[in-house]
């Protein structure tokens, strides 16, 4: 993922990252198609479509989390900032969590299996 906001996301109509993030956080799109509409950004070779696509869903994602408690999300970290033990130590953190929540579903006494 391009790091510098200032970075250009699409390179045939020379669309930066910060231009396409504020548009999206103010317009709202429905649909990651929608941000062709902020500098034909996508519309030329296409080599920036799955990049826009990737910052639709982090922006939409940053909308949930503003209208969500931080226990009902998952760890959302942009992934050029992950490193390979972050990332093994939140999936373990998350497995913890899973079987923690699995485990409270079974009744007492109940094996969790069918007999």
């Not at 296409?46 to 922006?59: H, I, N």
Request: charged share 25%.
């Amino acid at each position: 993922m391009i790091v510098d906001w200032d970075d250009e996301v699409c390179l045939c109509f020379h669309v930066s990252k910060r231009k396409i993030a504020n548009w999206i956080r103010i317009e709202r799109p429905q649909r990651a198609p929608q941000i062709a509409d902020c500098g034909g950004a996508g519309t030329g070779c296409g080599w920036c479509r799955p990049m826009l696509e990737t910052l639709f869903r982090q922006a939409a994602l940053d909308r949930e989390s503003q209208h969500s408690t931080p226990e009902h999300l998952p760890d959302q970290i942009i992934p050029e900032e992950l490193s390979a033990t972050d990332y093994a130590t939140q999936r373990q953190s998350y497995l913890a969590r899973k079987k923690t929540a699995d485990n409270s579903k079974i009744s007492p006494g109940s094996t969790g299996q069918d007999s």
